[in-house]
């Protein structure tokens, strides 16, 4: 079997099975990361080659030293397929591709998977509902904006990942005394209405245009909540032959189709509103979700999409059909929280429910599965009630990144 080359690239800790299962499948990988994360737990086993960047500011890197350093490495490699395991490298990996002419997502696609107002234009433009929202390039267009459409309103990043530098905003003086803050990093943002409502979020796995694996879950504790109020991060999977399920199938589908999506893992969010009870296109993203959503999606259908999506990329490198395992129909449900200590006691939280208790410094964090719904609502009730009086910690909003 012919060995193929791929580079990994993540500034940020990630991405373990899938280099695993990529190296199991005869590849050879390279890994491209931030000279930082040198000490963390790599599968070293897997990773034939390591190169390092430095950081301008937490996950920037000069694309111009990126992109001279990957010529010197072209030289004495063919390297088949550059695979960004992160939300922050997607750009890195499509710039890669592009000036390499390596198959895969380009420039061009690669927008509607990272910059917010490019894909909130796409969906609107294909027909997919999405909050009021406009960019903040003009002052006319946003006075504009903010007459037809009330307050409150949010401001956010256009390309930053999960909740990070989003700020809510209640009048028109916030407004501006925020936009002029931003100063010559205004044209980064967009402004669009606050939608109250139920968050969800779908994960799923992409071959050839098809999707082959969707899974859906519904945020007891949206990111955003989490990220700027502090508490305990919650989500639990949706019966898969729920109403709610098929929506959001149907959906996702629809906004991936739009995107252009060929192949790979997503993971993409939705809100039903409140007040009309619609589902509204958030955003989506071309990588596997974080804040350890696969383990919540493993533990519900016995599908790992890191490994999946090594798969896949393995079957196109080599010309091979893929075909996923039928999901199994658990309920599963996640909670992480951030608390005092370095190393949580699980020893209360011990039950039969429990999958696994997840190793993270100054947190708490469990994965819980059943074949009743029920029972998963009443486990995440519970230990997120404990965990509330007895072990939680609250930071700024800067000082913790939970990523979905």
Known sequence: MEEKTIVCISCYYKGYD????????????????????????????????????????????????MIQGFSHLMKTRKVDAVVALDD????????????????????????????????????????????????????????????KVPAPWVLKPRSEASASGISKITSEE????????????????????????????????????KLVFTSASKYLAPPMQVSHEGGVFRSKTLGRYSDEFKALEELNAKVLSSFGLVNGATHTEFIRGKEDNRWYFLETSSRVGGAHIPDLVEASSSINIWREWAKIED????????????????????????????????????????????????????????????????????TAEKIHIEMLNILPPKNTRLSS
């Open 18 to 65: 899938f280099m695993d299962e990529m190296k199991k499948l005869g590849n050879r990988i390279i890994l491209v990361t931030s000279e930082n994360l040198k000490e963390k737990n790599w599968p070293w086993h897997a990773i034939d080659e390591v190169f390092y960047m430095p950081e301008l500011k937490p996950s920037v890197w000069n694309l111009e030293h």
């Open 315 to 382: 079957s196109l490198l080599r010309g091979k059909d893929y075909t996923t395992s039928p999901p199994t129909g658990y309920y599963s449900g996640l909670i992480i929280a951030l608390i005092k200590d370095k190393e949580p006691d699980y020893s209360n939280f011990e039950s039969a429910e429990v999958v696994k208790f997840l190793p993270i410094d100054y947190h708490i964090g469990i994965v819980y599965k059943s074949t009743d719904a029920e029972v998963i609502q009443k486990k995440l009730d519970s």
């Open 88 to 147: 922050y490298d997607v750009e890195k990996a499509a710039l890669i591709r592009e000036t390499f002419r390596i198959p895969g997502m380009g420039q061009t696609t690669h927008r509607y998977f990272r910059d917010k107002l490019a894909m909130r234009q796409k969906a609107k433009d294909s027909g997919i509902h999405v909050p009021e929202f406009t960019a903040v390039f003009n002052d006319n267009e946003v006075n504009d904006f903010i007459k």
């Open 174 to 209: 916030q407004l501006y005394d925020a936009l002029n803050a931003l100063g010559e990093e205004r044209h980064l943002f967009l402004l669009e209405s606050f939608k109250p409502g139920d968050v969800y979020h779908v994960d799923s796995l992409t071959f050839n245009r």
